[in-house]
């Protein structure tokens, strides 16, 4: 009898790209195969100020700045991948 034996991957990342960066060899790879990979990235990175400061485009960032770079990171994230499964905003 044959066994079909299909590859999963679950891809932890610090930080949004980080996943790409150390791993899309094995995410390619898996996917080629028909495996299934998920990515579950821990932070947005919305807590880094000169981030905010940059992208928010003020020298003193509020609280909903902070909030809105963590949402706009998070949006991002999905429609350019179809492995992210889950995105910590903290």
Do not use: W
């Not at 079909?4 to 060899?25: F, K, M, S």
């Not at 990979?37 to 919305?46: E, F, L, Q």
């Not at 100020?49 to 998070?74: M, Q, S, W």
């Amino acid at each position: 009898m044959f066994h079909l034996c299909i590859q999963r991957v679950l891809i932890i990342a610090p930080h949004p790209n980080d996943e790409t960066l150390a791993a899309v060899g094995l995410i390619q790879d898996t996917l080629k195969y028909g495996g299934e990979v998920k990515v579950v990235v821990m932070t947005n990175r919305d807590s880094f100020k000169r981030a905010v400061i940059e992208n928010c485009n003020t020298i003193k960032p509020t609280p909903h700045d902070f909030l809105r770079l963590g949402y706009e990171r998070h949006a991002e994230k999905r429609p350019n991948t179809s492995v992210f499964v889950h995105c910590s905003s903290h």
